[in-house]
């Protein structure tokens, strides 16, 4: 281990330092999120730097004691007296196996634990973090640039010392460096892209920084694990545990070639990278990949629009032509990351949902909870108990009831410039208005109308409310229904199961309404039985009346009318009154069976038949008769 490469060490963990020191002024400075995450990923390679400059150390004093011990095997001239050395001899090479048993592990899966730390916590702050000063981008890209190009120039030189002489211990802090000057160029690219208009650049930037500051963090971990399993060879060096190769690939992206090169070699066993196609491959890589990278750009300049949309062309964050809105077709736009689309549904009938959104269920009950509620304030106008004045000063309840509620809001986008550019999330701030209104529609609207016969009435009232909200913040949305159908009383332990009470009271009310209806209807049939009874009595009374006086009058007038007739016939009385006989008989025998018996001078036995036959008005008398003498 000779002097140079301990000083390309120290170099390497010194221009670390630096650009560490300088990159976390320049975040601080200009407010940059990608700036935080590149000092993050530079700091990891500082703390690898550090432990490999002082494991140079320990291999320069291993071989400096080596020397020593030769030296004075040659001058003693034997080596008797060295050959059953043992460890205590040589405390500089105990010392560099000590360091890598327990110090490096050690110091690998702390680095672990700030890689997942450089990975996760920043994640989280992103959305907190302020966005960047544009009045202090110039001159944080100006230092970003200087420290990116200071890092890749030594980077380039400790790796390639390393790749020439094998000295791995170089490897690891040449990784970070040129990372750290990649990391550079992409901060300087994100604050450039924040100048032109596109805010967002510096957090994807970011975003994509940590999921590297992730990925290195599972590849120290799986290097932990695997280490426990590796097989020790003596003789064999093994690869350095804090060294990672995806440091590696990511700050030296043509090391993929050679790889692919020494992979092909040993799968058809010649040396593939000999061919002509490999090197020619190898020499046109670069203008092949530019060429597929044109290609790339500029498919990116066309895009179609779909039936019913309506897209948003904007040219370094700013919109395009007069409002940057074109319909459905093929169109052209500048190329990417020049030229932005953004897609729009304008014809279609958007929905959102104001309260809770209820679970898929074919049978929905008011007294099972189908959803996690969103509990409103309804006003109650229901007429309270005649109470004592002493006691309503005691006990005063406010006139309120509480409500669970899923509105659905459907709405359609009619003005997309609008839409786009006036508000930067619409689509919550129109949500946070119909709950608005909802809120305030309700605490005025009265229980009872909502649960029965006002859902219409007040779906129309939200509706208008919500698109004049929407007007006056000059959205670009139509509102074009607002649906009451799905609301109830509460149904969590909470609210002490109001919708069972509910049910009870509503129940108790329709039982007493079906009491009073079949009341009513029973006093209905009722009278009107009893007044037709009455008439039928009084009429069968009148009738009776009637006959009665006509009867006595008529018989009145019959016999007057006898008498008349029994005085106009003197002398012959009696035969008016045989005829009046006769005819009182006819009248009152009109029913009775009749016999006809003929008279003889024999006498005469006669035997009656007294059976019913055909005809009831006939009779069969048999007449046994006998002579006898006179």
């Known amino acids: 281990m000779d002097q140079n490469t301990k000083r390309t060490g120290l170099l390497n963990w010194l221009v670390l330092l630096g650009a560490t020191i300088g ?102 702050k992103l959305p907190e973090m302020q966005p960047i000063i544009p009045e202090r981008a110039t001159l944080a890209m100006s230092l970003l640039g200087l420290m990116g190009i200071i890092l890749f120039l030594i980077g380039k030189y400790s790796s390639g010392l390393a790749r020439l002489q094998k000295l791995k211990f170089l490897r690891p802090s040449s990784a970070y460096m040129l990372l750290s000057a990649y990391t550079n160029l992409a901060v300087i690219a994100a604050i450039a892209a924040v100048l032109e208009g596109v805010p967002k650049v510096d957090f994807i930037v970011a975003r994509v920084l940590c999921v590297v500051s992730g990925l290195a963090a599972v590849e120290t971990l799986l ?13 064999r060096e093994a690869r350095l545990l804090y060294e990672s190769r995806l440091v590696g690939l990511l700050g030296q992206p043509e090391a993929i070639i050679t790889t692919a090169a020494h992979a092909l070699d040993y799968q058809f066993g010649f040396k593939v990278s000999d061919t002509w196609f490999y090197r020619f491959l190898e020499k046109a890589l670069c203008w092949l990949v530019l060429a597929q990278f044109g290609a790339l750009v500029l498919s990116s300049c066309f895009f179609i629009v779909e039936p019913g949309d309506q897209a948003l062309v904007e040219c370094f964050g700013k919109p395009m032509g007069q409002n940057g809105v074109v319909g459905p077709g093929l169109h052209l736009k500048p190329p990417w990351p020049i030229g932005w689309t953004t897609n729009y549904h304008t014809e279609r009938i958007q929905t959102f949902l104001v309260g809770a959104e209820p679970e898929k269920t074919e049978t929905i009950a008011w007294a099972v909870g189908h959803a996690k509620e969103q509990d409103f304030l309804v006003a109650s106008r229901e007429s309270a108990p005649q109470i004592s004045a002493a006691v ?17 809001v459907q709405y359609q986008i009619t003005n997309l410039a609008s839409w786009a550019y006036t508000n930067e999330d619409p689509v919550t701030l129109l949500t946070n208005i119909a709950e608005r209104e909802v ?42 229904f607002v649906g009451l159908e799905d609301i109830h009383p509460p149904t969590g332990s909470k609210q002490l199961k109001v919708a069972e009470k509910f049910e009870q009271v509503i129940g108790a009310a329709e039982t007493r309404e079906a009491n009073i209806l079949q009341a009513q209807a029973h006093a209905i049939s009722t009278n009107n039985w009893a007044t037709g009874e009455s008439f039928q009595i009084v009429d069968t009374a009148e009738a009776d009346k009637h006959g009665k006086i006509t009867n006595a009058l008529a018989t009145a007038l019959l016999f007057t009318n006898q008498q008349l007739a029994y005085s106009a016939a003197p002398g012959y009385q009696g035969v008016y009154e045989q005829q009046a006989w006769l005819a009182a008989l006819v009248d009152n025998s009109a029913d009775a069976r009749k016999y006809i018996i003929a008279t003889t001078n024999v006498p005469n036995i006669t035997l009656y038949n007294l059976e019913d036959k055909i005809r009831e008005d006939l009779g069969i008398i048999e007449n046994l008769s006998a002579p006898t003498n006179k």
Request: glycine share 8%; aromatic share 10%.
């Open 439 to 480: 809120v305030q529609y309700l605490a005025s609207a009265d229980f009872d109308d909502l649960m029965s016969s006002g859902r219409g009435a007040a779906s129309v009232a939200l509706r208008r409310s919500i698109q004049q909200q929407a007007d006056l913040l000059n959205l670009g949305a139509h509102i074009s």
């Open 392 to 408: 309503a000063a005691v006990a005063k309840s406010p006139p309120v009831s509480m409500l669970a509620v899923s509105i659905p």
């Open 23 to 124: 990159m976390l002024l320049v975040s601080r400075y200009v407010s940059s999120a990608a700036a935080t995450m590149g000092t993050i990923l530079t700091g990891y390679g500082l703390l690898v730097a550090l432990l490999s400059y002082f494991h140079i150390g320990l291999l320069e004093r291993e071989q400096f004691e080596k020397m020593e011990m030769e030296e004075l095997s040659k001058s003693r001239g034997s080596e008797s007296l060295f050959a059953t050395a043992g460890a205590d001899t040589f405390p500089a090479r105990r010392s560099r196996e000590q360091f890598e048993r327990f110090f490096i592990p050690g110091f690998t899966a702390v680095l672990f634990l700030l890689q997942l730390l450089g990975a996760y916590l920043p994640w989280q």
């Open 223 to 235: 290097a932990l694990v695997l280490e426990g399993y590796r097989v020790r060879i003596q003789g």
